[in-house]
């Protein structure tokens, strides 16, 4: 049973329309009515466009959706999957002109390890991966990018090497979906045509997560008729460092005059007392869109704030309660905690093996032999012992410390 606010959204039929959605407020529920709405009304299932931002997501609510309301053409994906399916369609890419990670990540070890003496090559690839990625995604000039972690030097060098690299093997990577399909859309008016016409109704779920070229292709596709359902939340913004920019939700009014928008402000799976407290929180962001939320749950335990002085006593501590709630009735499946990265985790694992309590984890912790330095270590042994291969030798041969 939907409420007010929830039918009000999904019976939206032409235009724009920005939902605003906290937290537990039925999204998914909103967004899959939505798409069944439109197909009840008239709208051919092919012409509706349902995008998030993992394949997991696509998949769950694309199960969601034919559990409730049977099989559909409609179609359930992320950004680069669109887009690698318009880039197949005019240049006949396939899945194995796709750059995988570790030729990536051979490229610049080979041509990093040559230019710089850090101490961590591992933590340095990954940090300039991660910002030639942060400059595709938000359109930037790479020539007056300013660099967090390199020198501009080496960054515009090996920008340009990677670029090189990637034609030589006639190959793309993720960045390059958005990218050259963005550019495809500018020079063939042809193509975009026929992508606007496949196209006519988009849905975005996680709209604060969005970049800037992700955001210009969504609006070339839905041109011209506009008929644009965003849903987010600027209060979950959490990927800024991977280019995300919920400036773009901020301004989507002005973007599109006519766009309405709705608030879906009741939250379905917290008690109040968690609310409450979080809009405390949340209050303090200085941009955002402002919003009265209320639980549908009433009351709730009351919250409790811990402080500690390292992460080993943290986890000791948390260890510690979990033993408790579980010897005082609580199941342990009912237990969950949450971590900023999945890195944090190693120090509470360990506490609690040494308890010998239950757990499960969602993510796999970083195995150490995977580290770098074991993995100097290891060739090292292996060269020592005449077995080693070509790899062991490039592994060490840049740092003989």
């Given at each position: 049973m939907l409420n007010t606010k929830q039918q009000e959204?999904?019976?939206?039929?032409?235009?724009?329309?920005?939902?605003?959605?906290?937290?537990?407020?039925?999204?998914?529920?909103?967004?899959?009515?939505?798409?069944?709405?439109?197909?009840?009304?008239?709208?051919?299932?092919?012409?509706?466009?349902?995008i998030t931002f993992t394949k997991e997501a696509a998949d769950q609510m694309q199960k969601r959706y034919e559990k409730e309301y049977g099989p559909t053409q409609a179609f359930f994906g992320t950004i680069h999957s669109i887009c690698f399916r318009v880039l197949a369609k005019a240049y006949n890419y396939t899945k194995e002109d796709i750059l995988r990670a570790n030729e990536q990540w051979e490229f610049m070890f080979n041509f990093l390890c040559k230019k710089v003496s850090s101490t961590d090559l591992q933590e340095y690839i990954k940090n300039m991966i991660a910002e030639i990625g942060y400059v595709r995604n938000k359109g930037m000039d790479y020539r007056?990018?300013?660099?967090?972690?390199?020198?501009?030097?080496?960054?515009?060098?090996?920008y340009q090497a990677y670029d090189e690299f990637k034609k030589e093997k006639n190959k793309i990577d993720f960045d390059d979906?958005?990218?050259?399909?963005?550019?495809?859309?500018?020079s063939r008016p042809d193509v975009l045509r026929g992508w606007q016409k496949k196209f006519r109704y988009i849905l975005i779920d996680e709209f604060q997560d969005i970049n800037q070229i992700q955001y210009d292709v969504i609006?070339?596709?839905?041109?011209?008729?506009?008929?644009?359902?965003?849903?987010?939340?600027?209060?979950?913004?959490?990927?800024?460092?991977?280019?995300?920019?919920?400036e773009l939700m901020l301004r989507f009014k002005k973007d599109f005059p006519d766009a309405s928008q709705i608030l879906l402000g009741v939250n379905y799976r917290s008690t109040s007392n968690i609310v409450?407290?979080?809009?405390?929180?949340?209050?303090?962001?200085?941009?955002?869109?402002?919003?009265?939320?209320?639980?549908?749950?009433?009351?709730?335990?009351?919250?409790?704030i811990q402080e500690v002085k390292d992460v080993n006593e943290e986890a000791e501590y948390i260890a510690g309660e979990i033993k408790k709630s579980i010897r005082s009735g609580t199941k342990a499946e009912d237990i969950a905690v949450l971590?900023?990265?999945?890195?944090?985790?190693?120090?509470?694992?360990?506490?609690?093996?040494?308890?010998?309590?239950?757990?499960?984890?969602?993510?796999?912790?970083?195995?150490?032999?995977e580290h770098f330095i074991a993995k100097d270590v290891q060739a090292y042994f292996r060269l020592a012992m005449k077995c080693a291969g070509r790899q062991d030798l490039l592994q060490v041969m840049n740092r003989p410390k």
């Open positions: 959204a999904v019976n939206f039929k032409n235009g724009q329309m920005l939902v605003v959605s906290c937290p537990g407020s039925g999204k998914t529920t909103v967004i899959v009515a939505r798409v069944h709405q439109l197909i009840e009304s008239g709208v051919n299932p092919s012409n509706i466009l349902i007056k990018y300013q660099p967090e972690h390199s020198e501009k030097d080496i960054f515009r060098a090996t979906m958005l990218v050259l399909c963005f550019q495809l859309f500018l609006r070339m596709l839905a041109l011209p008729e506009r008929n644009l359902f965003a849903v987010g939340d600027d209060d979950q913004a959490i990927y800024g460092f991977r280019g995300a920019d919920s409450t407290n979080s809009l405390k929180v949340i209050m303090h962001n200085t941009r955002r869109y402002e919003k009265e939320l209320k639980a549908e749950r009433k009351g709730g335990p009351c919250l409790h971590f900023r990265t999945h890195t944090d985790a190693r120090p509470l694992v360990e506490a609690l093996l040494a308890r010998k309590l239950p757990f499960e984890m969602k993510e796999h912790l970083p195995n150490l032999y």
